[in-house]
């Protein structure tokens, strides 16, 4: 069973739009969401993470959005670059132990 | 610091010939992971270690695979022997397990490509 779950598969976002990826995940007790970014030929990066404990964080452009009761979070890119284009994964685990990846969304900002 | 290092970066072998990928992780991380990135599959876990202890190698495909480490500062990944379906790229990473810090940090990756 697929414990994350992720959309769209792609993206295609214009330069300054805001580009939005949706995760959902199973097991309500997991407590530790990241976002990784993985540009071609390098492995995947961190990119922020969030806990339940709150319904958003913001690090600069990039915003994760989290429904504890839905069990869904999504990543909100605003003003997308086209530095941003990437591919992006999320996860979901609890503290100390395996992460669980959705499947990738490929984001392509087209200038 | 150097981050997690791989080796080789790029492998091409023939089919049925041993394969051995390498992993340095990060100094003082204690929970090192192996993944496995292909088009169509994704990232998908291999194994993982804590504390130089395999915890999880239910996502290692078959007995071909296998995977160890002898001490906090090496793993390997071995396929034997190898076929063209384990063309993709291992990913190797670490973590440090402590208190609530959780993030991984991923190396750059082994692209093998079996003939």
């Known amino acids: 069973q697929q414990q994350v779950k992720q959309s769209p598969q792609s993206l295609i976002v214009q330069k300054g739009g805001i580009s939005i990826i949706n995760c959902a995940y199973e097991?309500?007790?997991?407590?530790?969401f990241p976002w990784y970014q993985q540009f071609p030929g390098k492995g995947p990066a961190l990119l922020i993470a969030i806990r339940p404990d709150v319904s958003e964080k913001k690090e600069g452009r990039f915003t994760i959005s989290f429904n504890k009761s839905a069990k869904q979070f999504s990543l909100h890119i605003m003003d997308s670059q086209p530095g941003d284009s990437a591919t992006y994964f999320c996860a979901a685990s609890n503290v100390g132990d395996q992460f669980y990846f959705g499947t990738g969304t490929s984001l392509t900002v087209i200038p | 610091d150097a981050g997690v290092i791989q080796s080789p970066r790029h492998e091409v072998t023939e089919m049925g010939q041993e394969v051995t990928l390498r992993c340095k992780p990060i100094s003082g991380h204690n929970s090192l992971f192996w993944y496995r990135q292909t088009m169509m599959r994704g990232l998908e876990l291999l194994i993982y270690?804590?504390?130089?202890?395999?915890?999880?190698d239910s996502g290692m495909p078959e007995d071909r695979f296998s995977a160890k480490m002898p001490n906090a500062s090496f793993s390997t990944l071995k396929i034997q022997p190898s076929e063209p379906r384990d063309s993709a790229v291992y990913f190797c990473?670490?973590?440090?397990?402590?208190?609530?810090?959780?993030?991984?940090?991923f190396g750059p990756g082994t692209r093998l490509t079996v003939l």
């Open positions: 990473a670490s973590r440090r397990l402590a208190g609530v810090a959780n993030e991984q940090f």
């Open positions: 097991n309500t007790a997991f407590d530790y």
């Open positions: 270690f804590n504390n130089n202890v395999p915890i999880d």
